[in-house]
C-alpha cells in the first residue's frame, strides 16, 4: 500500500507527460489534482493504521523489492512509514494537494502543452518528495533527493524564454552539486562505517557507541551529510541559490521552495537523529549554521523590494531555526517548526501568488498598497500568515517557534538562544513590512512592470481576488496556519505536547533511557528525556517566562514594522540614508554572490574557457581539425597535412606519457 | 590430431567460429542479395543472435584451450555477451543511418562482425599471443569503419588518424610485450606470472610494464595517450563511434585485466601506482574538456574518457570487487552509451547533421519519448539513481573504498558531480529551449528496437541490478585476482 | 644458451661484411664515366616515358593487394607440405577451412568487380 503513495502522483506525470498535449487543460488539471488527492487519502490511511499501533512499535514497512544483494552488503527498495515520515508524507501530500488545486487557476493563462508540462513536472516532484520521505534507507532516500533536485531545476526554468530563469535553475544546480558531492560521500562513509545504508540498523550500531568526543569518523560522516543538508536546505555557505529560485512559478516557490523539498535537509537530520546525536561537534556546526543563517537572512529579508525574495529570505531564515533545533538535539521542535512552517509558508507564498496574479506580474513592494480592500480573501489569509510566522501567541508558528527557543535556552546555549530572539524580532518586522506596504496605505505605481509570469492585459483598474480555486487553497491553509500548533501545546501551558509523544520513537528517544553514568553533554543531548526526568514545575515556570518574552518580542517586531512602514513611512527612508552603508550591505545580500563569482565562478570558467578549452582543445585539436576540414582541394594534400600536423602532436602526447613514467621511474 | 590439440578444442571456441561463419555468410549474402535491401541486417543479426545461442552451453565452463592460448571462463564469457549485444544494437541504430549518409552497407556489416570477433578473442585470451592477434582483428576492422562514409572528410580524416596512432601504439605495446616474452621466456600469461615472481625489482621488467601500460591506455582512451579519441569519435560514423567507445573500450579493458592481473600481479604495485594516477587525471581532464562542447558526439567523447577513468579504479583496487564493479559498468556503460548515440542518430535526417547541442532545443516537444531516453541516459553517465549509471558508480567507488582507496572514491565522486553539469546541460537544452530548426524527427523500427533495449537496460539495472551482481561477481572470480590479492597481502 | 646463437652471429656479421666489401671494393675499382643513359633509373631496360611519381589507377592497388592476399597464402602452405605427413586427415580439413575462407573472400571481390581491369 505504501507504494502507491508515491505511485500515484507518478501515474499522474507518466499521463501528463504523454498525453498532456493532446487534453484539455480541465483534464490535465483534474489528473494531476486528483492523483495528489488520492495519495492524500492513501497516506491519511497509512497515517490511520500506524496510529493504531502501540508507540514503540508504529512503523509500518513495504519491501518493492530487493535492490541490491551481494554478499555482505544487502539494499532494499524499502518504504516505511514512522511517525517522522507520516508527518512528513501528510505534509506533502496535503499541502501539495492545495498547492495542485492552487495551480490550475494559477497557470490558467499558459498554453495547453505548458499546462501539461508544469504539472507533469509538479507530479514528478511530489512522486520524488514522497520517496526521499518514505525511504527507509539512504540510498532510496538519494532517488528521491537527486530526483526533487531534478524537477525543481526544471520548474525554477519552466519559464525559459527569461533569461534569469534559465540562469537561476543553473545555480540551483551547481550549488546543489557542492551539496549532494557531502551527501554521496557521507553515504559511503557510512555503508564502509556501518556496513548497510538501512536508518534502523545505522542506529541501532550508534546506539551502542559512545557519543564521539573527538573528531573521528562518526563526525566526519555526519558533517559530509550536514554539507549535502546545506546544500538541499540553503544554509550558509550555500544558501545563495534558494532566493534565485523565485524566478520559478509562485506555486513552485510555494511547493517546492518553501513547504516540502528545501525542508529534506532537516528531515534527513532528523531522520538520523541518533547518529547525529552521536557526534556533537557536528550538532554544534549544526547549530551555528542554522543560527548563522537565520539571522543573516532575516536581516537580508528586511530590505528586499521584491514580494517573493522577502518570502524567499524568510524561508531561508526559518530553515536556518529548524537547524538551530537539530543542533542542540531538540529534534521534535526542529520537525513541528517544518510542520508548521510548511502550512504558513505556503499560504504566504500563494498569497503573495494572489497578489502577483491580480496585479499581472507585479512584485515590486514598492508598486503595491492599499490591495486590502480589493482583495480582502488574500488580505486576510496572508494576514493570517504573517501572525502565524511572527509569532504571534496562539498561532502555529508561535508553539513551535517557541519551543525551539526554550529549548535551545535550556540546553544553556545562551548566545544561540539571544540570535534567535532577534531573528524572531527580525521576522515579525520584515512580514508585517510586506503587509503593510502590499496591502495598506497607497497604491505607488499605476504601471506594473512587463513581466513573462503574467503577461495579460496589464493596466486592467479593476483588481479581481483570488478565483475559487486559489480562494480555496488560501483559507484552508489559512485554517491549517492556526490550527497546526495546537498537536504541540507545550505542559508548561496546560497542553500535552501530542507532536512529541508522536515523534519520540523516530529519533530513538523511547528506547534509550537515561544512564546515571552519562555525563552532562549526553545529558544535554536528550533534552527530551533529561525534561521529563527533571522536577516539571521549576521548567514549566521558565518555560512560560520565556513565552511571554518571545511573545513581547513578536509584538514588538510587529509595532516597529507598523512605525516604520505605516505610520511614518519617512523614517525608514531616513534610517535607510542614515545607515547607508549598512543598508546596501543588506540589500546587496552580503556580497555574497559577488564573492563567490569573484573566488569560484571566474577562476573556474578562466580555466575551462581558456586553459583548458582554448588552450588544448580549440587550439591545437580543432584547430587542426578545422585547418583540415577548411580545406577544399583534394584528399591527398588534406592527408598531408594531418599527417605533418596534430597526429604527430598526438603522438608526441603518447610519448611524453611513457617518458613521464619513465622518468617517474628513473628519478625516484 | 597433432599434439595439445584436441577435438574438444574445437568445441570449446563454437562461439568464435559460428561468429565467423556468420561473417562469411555476410560477405555472401551481400553480393547475392539485391543491391541495397535492408535484408543484410537482419542477416547480420541472425549470425550475432546464433553466436549468443552457441555461448549457452558454456555457462559454467572453465578450461584452458589450445595449451592455454584461449581460455573458456565465465569473465570471457561475460564480455562475450556484452560485446555481441553491443554489436547488435549497432547494427540496428545503423541501417537508416548508412541509408541517409548514402553508404553502401557493403563491407560495413561484415568488419562490425570482425570487430566483434576480434573482442571475443582479446577476451579470451591468455596468452599474448592470442591478445595480440584479437586485437588487431579488431583494431583493423576499426580503421576501415571509421572512414567508412568515403565522400565524408571528416570520415576520412578519423580513419587515417586512427589508423596512424593505432599503430604508433600498437608499436609500444608490442614492445612492451616482447620485452615481456624476452623475460619469461614464454607468451602465456599464466606461466609467465608465475616466471615473474620475485623479479620486481627488474629495470626491463618495469619498462615493460610502463609500454603495456601505454599502449592499453591508447586504446582505453586514458589520459594522456587519449588525444586521438575526441578526433576520431567526432568524424566517424556515429554507429561506429558507439561501437568504438563500447565494444572496443570494453575489450580493451578485458585485456588489461588479462593482462595485468593474470600475467603480472606480482608487479601490481608499480601498475596500480601507473593507474591510480591515470585514473585520476583521465577522470578529470575528460570532464573538464566535456564541460564546454558544443558537439555532442565530441561531448560524448571527452565523457567516455572521463568514464574510462571511472573504470580504472576498479582496476586499481584489484580486487574481485573491483574486477566485477568494473564488468558491471562496463555493462551498464554499454546501454547508457549506446542509448546516446541512437538518440544522435534519430537526430540524423536528411537536412540536419544532429550532433550539434542547439539541435536538441525543444525535443520534448518534438519528440517527447526521445527526449525522455536522453533525460534518462543523460542521468544515468551522470549516476543519478535510480538509473543503472548510479548502481555502477556506486559499485566502483564502493570497491575503492573497500581495497583502501579512499581517496580515489572521493576525486571520483567528485568527478561526477562536475560531469552532472554537462549532462544536464543537454536536458536543459531539450526541456527548457525552444525548438529547433529542421524537418520532424522520427524513428525507424530498428531504432525503435535500439532505443527500447538501451532504455530498458539503463532502468532494469538500475531498479533491479542483483542479477547483474551476481554474474559479475561469478565472473569476477574466475580471473587470476586471487592471486592478486595474495601478492598484495 | 647463448652459443646457440653463435652462428646467427657470424652469419650476420658475414653478411653485413660481404655487402660492405663489395660496396666498397667496387666504389674503389671502378672508372667514373658517366652519361645521360646510365644516370637515368633502370627499369627492366625499358627506357623511361614519364616521371617517376604519377597517379596510378586505383585499380593498381586494388589488384596489387589481392595478389599480396593470395600470394601470401602460400607461405603458410610450404611449412604445412613440409609436416603433412605429421598432421594427416586434420592437417587436410585445416587447410581447406583456409582456403575455403580465402576463396569467401576472393568471390567477394570478384563479384564486386575489384578484378575487372578497367
Known amino acids: 500500500m505504501l507504494l502507491l503513495i508515491p505511485l500515484l502522483p507518478f501515474v499522474g506525470f507518466l499521463l501528463n507527460a504523454s498525453f498532456g498535449r493532446r487534453i484539455s487543460k480541465a483534464a490535465a488539471g483534474a489528473i494531476a489534482c486528483g492523483s495528489m488527492l488520492a495519495s492524500f487519502g492513501v497516506s491519511t490511511i497509512a497515517v490511520w493504521r500506524l496510529v493504531g499501533l502501540p508507540p514503540e512499535s508504529r512503523a509500518l514497512a513495504q519491501t518493492v523489492l530487493r535492490w541490491i544483494t551481494s554478499g555482505d552488503f544487502d539494499v532494499s527498495f524499502t518504504l516505511r512509514v514512522d511517525p517522522l515520515s507520516a508527518l512528513m508524507i501528510l505534509v506533502v501530500t496535503g499541502i501539495g494537494s492545495l498547492i495542485h488545486i492552487y495551480s490550475t487557476a494559477y497557470m490558467h493563462e499558459e498554453r495547453d502543452s505548458e499546462y501539461a508540462r508544469y504539472f507533469s513536472y509538479l507530479n514528478l516532484f511530489a512522486a520524488f518528495m514522497l520517496v526521499l520521505v518514505l525511504g527507509s534507507n539512504f540510498l532510496v532516500m538519494f532517488v528521491g533527493w537527486e530526483g526533487v533536485g531534478l524537477c525543481s531545476y526544471l520548474l525554477i526554468g519552466f519559464w525559459y524564454q527569461k533569461e534569469s530563469a534559465a540562469d537561476a535553475g543553473k545555480k540551483a544546480f551547481i550549488v546543489n552539486r557542492i551539496g549532494d558531492f557531502g551527501f554521496i560521500l557521507g553515504m559511503l562513509l557510512a555503508f564502509v562505517r556501518f556496513g548497510t545504508l538501512d536508518f534502523q540498523e545505522i542506529a541501532r550500531s550508534v546506539a551502542a557507541l559512545r557519543p564521539e568526543t573527538t573528531f573521528g569518523t562518526l563526525s566526519a560522516l555526519t558533517l559530509l551529510l550536514f554539507v549535502g543538508a546545506t546544500g538541499k536546505s540553503a544554509q550558509i555557505p550555500l544558501h545563495v541559490w534558494l532566493p534565485d529560485a523565485m524566478e520559478g512559478p509562485t506555486p513552485v516557490s510555494a511547493l517546492i521552495h518553501a513547504a516540502t523539498m528545501v525542508t529534506a535537509g532537516v528531515y534527513m537530520i532528523g531522520r538520523n537523529a541518533v547518529l547525529f546525536g552521536h557526534a556533537p561537534h557536528t550538532l554544534t556546526i549544526v547549530a551555528i549554521i542554522g543560527t548563522a543563517t537565520a539571522l543573516m537572512a532575516g536581516t537580508i529579508g528586511l530590505v528586499q523590494n521584491d514580494i517573493k525574495r522577502v518570502l524567499a529570505y524568510s524561508t531561508v531564515s526559518q530553515l536556518g531555526y529548524m537547524f538551530l533545533a537539530m543542533g542542540v538535539g531538540a529534534y521534535t521542535a526542529g520537525i513541528f517548526h517544518l510542520f508548521t512552517h510548511a502550512f504558513f509558508k505556503a499560504l504566504l507564498f500563494l498569497g503573495s501568488g494572489a497578489v502577483i496574479h491580480a496585479l499581472a506580474g507585479e512584485q515590486d513592494l514598492r508598486r503595491m498598497g492599499g490591495l486590502k480592500r480589493e482583495l480582502p480573501i488574500t488580505y486576510w489569509t496572508f494576514f493570517t500568515g504573517a501572525l502565524a510566522i511572527a509569532g504571534v501567541p496562539l498561532l502555529a508558528g508561535f508553539f513551535s517557534k517557541d519551543e525551539i527557543l526554550y529549548r535551545t535556552f535550556a540546553g544553556g546555549h545562551l548566545w544561540l538562544w539571544t540570535v534567535g530572539l532577534l531573528t524572531s524580532l527580525l521576522t515579525a518586522t520584515y512580514m508585517f513590512r510586506v503587509v503593510f506596504?502590499?496591502?495598506?496605505?497607497?497604491?505607488?505605481?499605476?504601471?506594473?512592470?512587463?513581466?513573462?509570469?503574467?503577461?495579460?492585459?496589464?493596466?486592467?483598474?479593476?483588481?479581481?481576488?483570488?478565483?475559487?480555486?486559489?480562494?480555496?487553497?488560501?483559507?484552508?491553509?489559512?485554517?491549517?496556519?492556526?490550527?497546526?500548533?495546537?498537536?504541540?501545546?507545550?505542559?508548561?501551558?496546560?497542553?500535552?505536547?501530542?507532536?512529541?509523544?508522536?515523534?519520540?520513537?523516530?529519533?530513538?528517544?523511547?528506547?534509550?533511557?537515561?544512564?546515571?553514568?552519562?555525563?552532562?553533554?549526553?545529558?544535554?543531548?536528550?533534552?527530551?528525556?533529561?525534561?521529563?526526568?527533571?522536577?516539571?514545575?521549576?521548567?514549566?515556570?521558565?518555560?512560560?517566562?520565556?513565552?511571554?518574552?518571545?511573545?513581547?518580542?513578536?509584538?514588538?517586531?510587529?509595532?516597529?514594522?507598523?512605525?516604520?512602514?505605516?505610520?511614518?513611512?519617512?523614517?525608514?527612508?531616513?534610517?535607510?540614508?542614515?545607515?547607508?552603508?549598512?543598508?546596501?550591505?543588506?540589500?546587496?545580500?552580503?556580497?555574497?554572490?559577488?564573492?563567490?563569482?569573484?573566488?569560484?565562478?571566474?577562476?573556474?570558467?578562466?580555466?575551462?574557457?581558456?586553459?583548458?578549452?582554448?588552450?588544448?582543445?580549440?587550439?591545437?585539436?580543432?584547430?587542426?581539425?578545422?585547418?583540415?576540414?577548411?580545406?577544399?582541394?583534394?584528399?591527398?594534400?588534406?592527408?598531408?597535412?594531418?599527417?605533418?600536423?596534430?597526429?604527430?602532436?598526438?603522438?608526441?602526447?603518447?610519448?611524453?606519457?611513457?617518458?613521464?613514467?619513465?622518468?617517474?621511474?628513473?628519478?625516484? | 590430431?597433432?599434439?595439445?590439440?584436441?577435438?574438444?578444442?574445437?568445441?570449446?571456441?563454437?562461439?568464435?567460429?559460428?561468429?565467423?561463419?556468420?561473417?562469411?555468410?555476410?560477405?555472401?549474402?551481400?553480393?547475392?542479395?539485391?543491391?541495397?535491401?535492408?535484408?543484410?541486417?537482419?542477416?547480420?543479426?541472425?549470425?550475432?543472435?546464433?553466436?549468443?545461442?552457441?555461448?549457452?552451453?558454456?555457462?559454467?565452463?572453465?578450461?584452458?584451450?589450445?595449451?592455454?592460448?584461449?581460455?573458456?571462463?565465465?569473465?570471457?564469457?561475460?564480455?562475450?555477451?556484452?560485446?555481441?549485444?553491443?554489436?547488435?544494437?549497432?547494427?540496428?541504430?545503423?541501417?537508416?543511418?548508412?541509408?541517409?549518409?548514402?553508404?553502401?552497407?557493403?563491407?560495413?556489416?561484415?568488419?562490425?562482425?570482425?570487430?566483434?570477433?576480434?573482442?571475443?578473442?582479446?577476451?579470451?585470451?591468455?596468452?599474448?599471443?592470442?591478445?595480440?592477434?584479437?586485437?588487431?582483428?579488431?583494431?583493423?576492422?576499426?580503421?576501415?569503419?571509421?572512414?567508412?562514409?568515403?565522400?565524408?572528410?571528416?570520415?576520412?580524416?578519423?580513419?587515417?588518424?586512427?589508423?596512424?596512432?593505432?599503430?604508433f601504439s600498437l608499436g609500444i605495446l608490442l614492445y612492451g610485450m616482447s620485452i615481456m616474452y624476452g623475460l619469461s621466456g614464454t607468451t602465456n600469461l599464466r606461466t609467465m606470472a608465475t616466471a615473474f615472481v620475485g623479479q620486481e625489482r627488474d629495470p626491463r621488467l618495469v619498462l615493460a610494464v610502463i609500454l603495456v601500460v601505454a599502449g592499453l591506455g591508447f586504446k582505453i582512451a586514458a589520459v594522456p595517450f587519449h588525444m586521438w579519441a575526441p578526433d576520431v569519435y567526432e568524424g566517424a560514423p556515429t554507429p561506429v563511434t558507439a561501437f568504438l567507445s563500447v565494444g572496443s573500450k570494453a575489450a580493451s579493458f578485458a585485456m588489461l585485466l588479462r593482462i595485468f592481473l593474470e600475467g603480472l600481479p606480482s608487479m601490481s604495485a608499480d601498475w596500480r601506482l601507473m593507474f591510480e594516477v591515470l585514473a585520476i587525471v583521465t577522470m578529470t581532464i575528460g570532464n573538464l574538456a566535456a564541460l564546454t562542447q558544443t558537439n555532442i558526439k565530441r561531448m560524448l567523447a571527452y565523457s567516455s574518457i572521463a568514464h574510462a577513468?571511472?573504470?580504472?579504479?576498479?582496476?586499481?583496487?584489484?580486487?574481485?570487487?573491483?574486477?566485477?564493479?568494473?564488468?558491471?559498468?562496463?555493462?551498464?556503460?554499454?546501454?547508457?552509451?549506446?542509448?546516446?548515440?541512437?538518440?544522435?542518430?534519430?537526430?540524423?535526417?536528411?537536412?540536419?547533421?544532429?550532433?550539434?547541442?542547439?539541435?536538441?532545443?525543444?525535443?520534448?516537444?518534438?519528440?517527447?519519448?526521445?527526449?525522455?531516453?536522453?533525460?534518462?541516459?543523460?542521468?544515468?553517465?551522470?549516476?543519478?539513481?535510480?538509473?543503472?549509471?548510479?548502481?555502477?558508480?556506486?559499485?566502483?567507488?564502493?570497491?575503492?573504498?573497500?581495497?583502501?582507496?579512499?581517496?580515489?572514491?572521493?576525486?571520483?565522486?567528485?568527478?561526477?558531480?562536475?560531469?552532472?553539469?554537462?549532462?544536464?546541460?543537454?536536458?536543459?537544452?531539450?526541456?527548457?529551449?525552444?525548438?529547433?530548426?529542421?524537418?520532424?524527427?522520427?524513428?525507424?523500427?530498428?531504432?525503435?528496437?535500439?532505443?527500447?533495449?538501451?532504455?530498458?537496460?539503463?532502468?532494469?539495472?538500475?531498479?533491479?541490478?542483483?542479477?547483474?551482481?551476481?554474474?559479475?561477481?561469478?565472473?569476477?572470480?574466475?580471473?587470476?585476482?586471487?592471486?592478486?590479492?595474495?601478492?598484495?597481502? | 644458451m647463448l652459443s646457440a646463437y653463435i652462428p646467427i652471429a657470424i652469419f650476420v656479421v658475414v653478411a653485413t661484411g660481404f655487402a660492405l666489401f663489395t660496396l666498397v671494393f667496387s666504389s674503389l675499382l671502378h672508372p667514373e664515366k658517366y652519361n645521360k643513359v646510365k644516370l637515368e633509373p633502370y627499369e627492366c631496360g625499358i627506357e623511361p616515358m614519364t616521371d617517376a611519381r604519377d597517379r596510378y589507377s586505383i585499380r593498381y592497388y586494388l589488384v596489387a593487394m589481392l595478389f599480396v592476399i593470395f600470394d601470401v597464402e602460400t607461405v603458410f602452405m610450404f611449412p604445412w607440405a613440409v609436416i603433412f605427413n605429421k598432421l594427416l586427415l586434420f592437417g587436410l580439413i585445416e587447410m581447406l577451412v583456409f582456403i575455403f575462407i580465402l576463396l569467401v573472400g576472393y568471390y567477394y571481390a570478384w563479384q564486386k568487380g575489384a578484378l575487372e581491369w578497367v
Open chain 1, 437 to 668: 506596504l502590499a496591502f495598506h496605505g497607497e497604491r505607488a505605481g499605476e504601471h506594473p512592470a512587463p513581466s513573462t509570469e503574467h503577461p495579460a492585459p496589464s493596466t486592467q483598474r479593476h483588481l479581481h481576488d483570488a478565483p475559487p480555486a486559489m480562494a480555496l487553497a488560501l483559507i484552508v491553509l489559512a485554517a491549517g496556519s492556526v490550527l497546526a500548533g495546537y498537536v504541540g501545546v507545550p505542559r508548561a501551558v496546560g497542553g500535552s505536547n501530542r507532536i512529541e509523544q508522536f515523534l519520540a520513537p523516530s529519533f530513538g528517544e523511547v528506547r534509550l533511557k537515561p544512564d546515571a553514568t552519562n555525563d552532562a553533554r549526553a545529558a544535554l543531548l536528550q533534552p527530551g528525556q533529561e525534561r521529563q526526568e527533571e522536577a516539571a514545575s521549576a521548567t514549566e515556570g521558565l518555560e512560560r517566562g520565556l513565552m511571554g518574552v518571545s511573545s513581547a518580542i513578536a509584538l514588538g517586531g510587529i509595532g516597529i514594522a507598523w512605525f516604520f512602514f505605516l505610520k511614518k513611512k519617512r523614517a525608514a527612508d531616513e534610517m535607510a540614508v542614515r545607515f547607508a552603508g549598512v543598508h546596501r550591505v543588506l540589500a546587496n545580500k552580503y556580497y555574497v554572490d559577488e564573492m563567490y563569482e569573484a573566488a569560484v565562478v571566474q577562476p573556474i570558467r578562466i580555466a575551462s574557457d581558456e586553459g583548458l578549452w582554448n588552450g588544448v582543445d580549440v587550439r591545437v585539436i580543432d584547430g587542426a581539425v578545422n585547418g583540415v576540414g577548411g580545406l577544399v582541394g583534394g584528399s591527398s594534400s588534406a592527408l598531408r597535412r594531418i599527417q605533418t600536423g596534430s597526429v604527430r602532436l598526438y603522438a608526441v602526447s603518447v610519448m611524453l606519457g611513457v617518458v613521464v613514467i619513465l622518468g617517474y621511474y628513473v628519478w625516484r
Open chain 2, 1 to 167: 590430431m597433432p599434439p595439445g590439440i584436441s577435438t574438444s578444442d574445437f568445441y570449446y571456441i563454437l562461439p568464435e567460429l559460428v561468429l565467423t561463419g556468420g561473417a562469411l555468410l555476410v560477405l555472401i549474402a551481400d553480393v547475392l542479395l539485391p543491391r541495397g535491401s535492408k535484408a543484410l541486417a537482419w542477416v547480420t543479426l541472425l549470425a550475432i543472435g546464433a553466436t549468443i545461442a552457441s555461448l549457452v552451453p558454456f555457462g559454467s565452463t572453465h578450461v584452458e584451450v589450445a595449451h592455454g592460448l584461449l581460455a573458456v571462463d565465465q569473465f570471457a564469457l561475460f564480455f562475450k555477451i556484452v560485446f555481441l549485444g553491443a554489436a547488435a544494437l549497432t547494427v540496428l541504430m545503423s541501417v537508416r543511418y548508412l541509408e541517409i549518409e548514402g553508404a553502401s552497407p557493403g563491407e560495413y556489416y561484415f568488419l562490425i562482425l570482425c570487430a566483434t570477433l576480434g573482442m571475443m578473442i582479446m577476451a579470451g585470451g591468455i596468452d599474448l599471443l592470442t591478445i595480440f592477434i584479437g586485437l588487431e582483428t579488431m583494431a583493423v576492422s576499426f580503421y576501415i569503419l571509421a572512414g567508412f562514409i568515403k565522400p565524408n572528410q571528416r570520415s576520412n580524416e578519423a580513419a587515417v588518424k586512427y589508423f596512424l596512432l593505432g599503430a
Open chain 2, 309 to 489: 577513468g571511472y573504470i580504472l579504479i576498479g582496476v586499481v583496487a584489484g580486487t574481485p570487487r573491483g574486477v566485477a564493479a568494473m564488468l558491471i559498468y562496463l555493462l551498464i556503460y554499454a546501454f547508457m552509451q549506446l542509448g546516446a548515440f541512437t538518440i544522435i542518430i534519430i537526430m540524423r535526417r536528411q537536412d540536419v547533421v544532429g550532433d550539434e547541442l542547439k539541435d536538441f532545443s525543444g525535443l520534448h516537444i518534438r519528440h517527447p519519448f526521445a527526449a525522455f531516453a536522453m533525460l534518462l541516459f543523460m542521468l544515468s553517465l551522470g549516476g543519478i539513481p535510480p538509473t543503472a549509471g548510479f548502481m555502477g558508480k556506486f559499485w566502483l567507488f564502493g570497491a575503492a573504498i573497500d581495497a583502501g582507496y579512499v581517496r580515489l572514491a572521493v576525486i571520483g565522486v567528485l568527478n561526477s558531480a562536475i560531469s552532472l553539469y554537462y549532462y544536464i546541460r543537454l536536458v536543459v537544452f531539450m526541456y527548457l529551449k525552444p525548438q529547433g530548426a529542421g524537418s520532424p524527427v522520427t524513428t525507424s523500427p530498428s531504432l525503435g528496437i535500439a532505443l527500447a533495449v538501451a532504455v530498458i537496460g539503463t532502468i532494469f539495472l538500475g531498479v533491479y541490478p542483483r542479477l547483474l551482481f551476481d554474474l559479475a561477481e561469478m565472473s569476477a572470480r574466475t580471473l587470476g585476482v586471487a592471486a592478486v590479492t595474495a601478492a598484495i597481502r
